[in-house]
Nanobody, 128 residues
Framework: HVQLVESGGGSVQTGGSLRVSCVATTDTYMKYSMGWFRRAPGKERKGVAAISTDGATAYADSVKGRFTISKDSSKNVLYLQMNNLKPEDTAMYYC???????????????????????WGQGTQVTVS
């Protein structure tokens, strides 16, 4: 069973930066493609970024050029570097693992939350 634990959330002013992390059980990032999702109050959960086992990435249009997804497989850590943050980025951020994609990003479906099998508990990011 895969366990994911996010950290690094907090409060930041508009235009600031924040990096959230997701620590996983051993070998998770070597086996599964991963995604970052977020849920703002009163809104649906939405995909932010995804990364395959070989490092290919995908981003939501709303964060392209501002957010960067990366990982350190040797440390079993997934990152989301967020720059030039805006109030509309305020949300609970979740990392998730896609077991069935065989390490690949699912093309146009990478942001479909139901395709991910394992989820962390989330970390809150607030931009004011």
């Amino acid at each position: 069973h895969v366990q994911l634990v996010e950290s690094g959330g907090g409060s930041v002013q508009t235009g600031g930066s924040l990096r959230v992390s997701c620590v996983a059980t051993t070998d998770t990032y070597m086996k599964y493609s991963m995604g970052w999702f977020r849920r703002a109050p009163g809104k649906e959960r939405k995909g932010v970024a995804a990364i395959s086992t070989d490092g290919a990435t995908a981003y939501a249009d709303s964060v392209k050029g501002r957010f960067t997804i990366s990982k350190d497989s040797s440390k079993n850590v997934l990152y989301l570097q967020m720059n030039n943050l805006k109030p509309e980025d305020t949300a609970m951020y979740y990392c998730a693992a896609d077991r069935r994609a065989r390490g690949k990003i699912r093309g146009g479906d990478w942001d479909f939350a139901d395709l991910y099998d394992y989820w962390g508990q989330g970390t809150q990011v607030t931009v004011s």
